[in-house]
């Protein structure tokens, strides 16, 4: 299999990781987990959004839950956010939806993780459709600045 970007970033800062592959395209999060044979609550993901003005923020978050735009805009400092336009997600960041990962975009964004991933190894896109990285949340930091808060709906 051909290196992404997300793995040589983890590469590159020397933290372990292991690649799972799994057939059918884009699926949702949790069919994502069903694929890899995971528990949903590991398997996260990367969504892509916009504050004011024009200011991009990624969140990490369990697939199976949604995301707080109020707690997310709350941990990024702005009044509000909103997901970002699918059609912009490729220009802005380099990864199709599906295969978003928080690793290995075209420029660093300030990235949060839901405060669920803290001392656990998780699963987070690997930078393509189909390819998911396994590593702990540590390692993952290690690799892009991130911050652990609390950034889901109850």
């Known amino acids: 299999m051909e ?3 997300a793995m ?3 590469e590159r800062v020397g933290a ?3 690649v799972h592959t799994y057939a ?5 999060g949790t069919e994502v987990a069903a694929a890899l044979g995971e528990d949903a609550a590991r398997v996260y993901k ?3 959004t916009v504050g004011s003005p024009r200011k991009y923020y990624v969140f990490v978050i369990p697939v199976g839950a949604e995301l ?3 707690k997310a805009a709350k941990a990024a400092g702005e009044k509000s956010v909103e997901m970002l336009p699918q059609k912009e997600l490729f220009p802005l960041t380099g990864y ?3 295969g978003c990962s928080p690793l290995g975009m075209k420029k ?3 990235t949060f993780v839901h405060e669920t991933a803290e001392g656990q190894t998780i699963f987070f896109s690997g930078g393509k459709v189909g390819v998911q990285i396994e590593a702990a949340f540590a390692d993952l930091a290690k690799a892009v600045r991130c911050t652990l808060c609390d950034l889901t709906r109850a």
């Open 24 to 28: 059918g395209g884009a699926l949702s």
């Open 68 to 70: 707080d735009l109020k």
């Open 108 to 110: 660093a964004f300030p």
């Open 96 to 98: 199709v939806h599906g």
């Open 3 to 5: 290196k992404t970007n």
């Open 16 to 18: 372990p990781y292991t």
């Open 8 to 10: 040589r970033l983890l």
């Open 46 to 48: 990367t969504l892509v």
